[in-house]
């Protein structure tokens, strides 16, 4: 981090380890592990939650970070909770990455549950995208989203946490805002009791916080990258928001806490269209056919891609 040598933390006298230059003070690694699971812990605690909630676990820095604060807060939780991950079927990738995120489960001690591409679709991602032309992050993004729903139900979860921190959040708002369509800005998920409630406990703590919390705890290891991972939207705003929050700093917490702003006070306002039974699965989707029937059955064209997280 910058320019925080021989600092000490504002809090207390040990050695600063993170410069927080939105709120101008210096954090110790132990103010800044307090600082990372107290907004957790208020997330969780404005939540109505049900007695056992999931993590989704993918074992990347997010998940895994999130994983260990819950663990770490575990006696002030008010709920317990499991693991899920999804095994998406990336030869000479994915292996690694699931055997690790099962030796952080087995060393925390939490249930860890995975479920397969190949066992709920037939196919892994890499037997779906093979010789096609389409855009296998997508793809994947929409299968994951459908397997964990899978896993949840069986698992009798209602509530899923995910890893997603501020910059995410910010990201998606800027995405929003330069897609033009106002739908995407205000209304978000249509709510149904079908699918799980997605809860977001990093949705205040920064990238670069949890990414320095995932090192001060070890558990930061350089995982390869996705081999499917490409240049994407996504991508690009994220380093302008990088670049711009450097020059400016709270430009992307304000980004971040507009869009909840936004959607709270205003998402009312626009008429959501109603879920639908798919007519081939019978999982609610947006259309005649859900998304997932299109992209098993090889009809999906992207025109009906949704830009939330
Ligand atoms: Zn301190
Ligand atoms: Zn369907």
Excluded at 156 to 181: K, L, P, W
Excluded at 189 to 213: C, G, H, M, N, Q
Aim: hydrophobic content about 35%.
């Amino acid at each position: 981090m910058v320019d925080n040598h021989q600092k000490t933390c504002t809090h207390c006298l040990r050695p600063a380890v993170y410069l927080d230059r939105v709120r101008e003070i210096h954090l110790c690694r132990e103010h800044l592990m307090a600082f990372v699971e107290g907004q957790v812990l208020a997330h969780l605690e404005k939540t109505n939650l049900p007695p056992v909630i999931g993590i989704a676990f993918s074992g990347g820095k997010d998940s895994t970070a999130l994983l260990k604060a819950f663990c770490r807060i575990h006696n002030d939780l008010p709920c317990s909770f499991l693991a899920m991950t999804v095994d998406e079927g990336i030869e000479g990738y994915r292996q690694d990455t699931i055997r690790a995120a099962e030796e952080i489960c087995r060393v925390l001690g939490v249930p860890h549950h995975i479920i397969r591409f190949q066992d709920v679709f037939g196919h892994s991602l890499d037997q779906l995208v093979a010789g096609s032309e389409r855009n296998a992050c997508t793809i994947c993004g929409i299968l994951r989203r459908r397997a964990l729903e899978i896993l949840a139900r069986r698992l009798e979860i209602r509530v899923i946490a995910t890893g997603h921190n501020q910059d995410d959040h910010a990201q998606t708002a800027i995405m929003n805002a330069i897609s033009g369509d106002e739908k995407k800005i205000f209304s978000g998920f249509a709510e149904s009791d079908w699918y799980a409630r997605r809860i977001k406990p990093f949705a205040r703590v920064s990238e670069r916080e949890v990414t320095l919390y995932a090192i001060l705890n070890g558990l930061f290891h350089d995982l390869p990258e996705c081999p499917y991972a490409v240049s994407s939207l996504r991508g690009e705003v994220r380093t302008l928001l990088y670049r711009y929050e450097l020059k400016h700093p709270g430009s992307m917490r304000n980004a971040a806490r507009c869009e909840e702003e936004i959607r709270q006070r205003l998402g009312g306002s626009f008429t959501r269209n109603p879920y639908q039974a798919c007519v081939s699965c019978g999982w609610p989707g947006s259309g005649r056919v859900c998304q997932v029937c299109k992209v098993l059955n090889d009809t999906w064209t992207g025109e009906d891609k949704a830009d939330h997280i």
